[in-house]
């Protein structure tokens, strides 16, 4: 019954995000699941309704793109640190941070995670690149660059809808991020109230 009512590819995305949840355990991290959940929800969304992505390509770029984080957690003691020097680092790349600190960051982490999984090469493409600055000046494909456009304005909204805050990585990237999407400012306002309705919705 449950799969005649969601679909078969929607089952498929909750299983891959329960799975991917118990394969990178580590204490403490219920709101981190939560928070990658919402903005899997969104990313779909938003893939459907701007028609530049798959929704469910969209979904497992937002439950994979941070999924490196966990782990280096468990590889660093002090990296809790580490993520909020580099969300509070206005003038540099949120992973040249952590390079500095660990010599190496979530992104490379977490693709690396996504080859073991077998996910698409443009989808771990999406993952190691998505906090690259020039990224959107780059000439890598258009999938690639539409995944981790949505994937930033999912977790800009999935923020703002938690935690009532913003943060400077969208600060950073918002106009790239308009620009790829083609998006008007009143496109962008439109797209946050129904995501907002959206998770109220959802109860995710």
């Not at 891959?16 to 990658?36: E, H, Q, T, Y």
């Not at 979904?59 to 020097?85: A, K, S």
């Not at 443009?122 to 690259?132: C, K, S």
Request: one cysteine or more.
């Amino acid at each position: 019954q449950a799969v005649n009512l969601l679909g078969m590819k929607n089952i498929g995305a909750l299983v891959m995000g329960l799975a991917l949840r118990n394969a990178v355990p580590s204490k403490g991290l219920d709101r981190f699941w939560d928070s990658a959940a919402r903005t899997a929800l969104v990313a779909s969304h938003l893939a459907h309704t701007l028609g530049c992505a798959d929704k469910e390509e969209a979904h497992l770029f937002g439950l994979f793109h941070d999924c490196g984080i966990p782990l280096l957690m468990q590889r660093f003691p002090n990296f809790r640190e580490t993520l909020q020097l580099a969300n509070n680092a206005s003038d540099r790349a949120f992973t040249d941070v952590e390079d500095s600190r660990h010599g190496t960051n979530h992104t490379v982490v977490g693709s690396l995670l996504a080859t073991n999984w077998h996910l698409p090469e443009h989808l771990r493409d999406a993952i190691r690149l998505h906090h690259d600055p020039n990224v959107f000046q780059s000439n890598h494909r258009s999938e690639v660059l539409n995944l981790i456009a949505i994937g930033h304005l999912a977790e800009h909204i999935e923020s703002t809808f938690s935690r009532l805050s913003g943060d400077s990585e969208w600060d950073k990237i918002e106009r790239s991020i308009m620009e790829q999407l083609m998006l008007s400012a009143d496109r962008l306002a439109e797209l946050i109230r129904d995501a907002y309705e959206l998770l109220e919705e959802s109860g995710v």
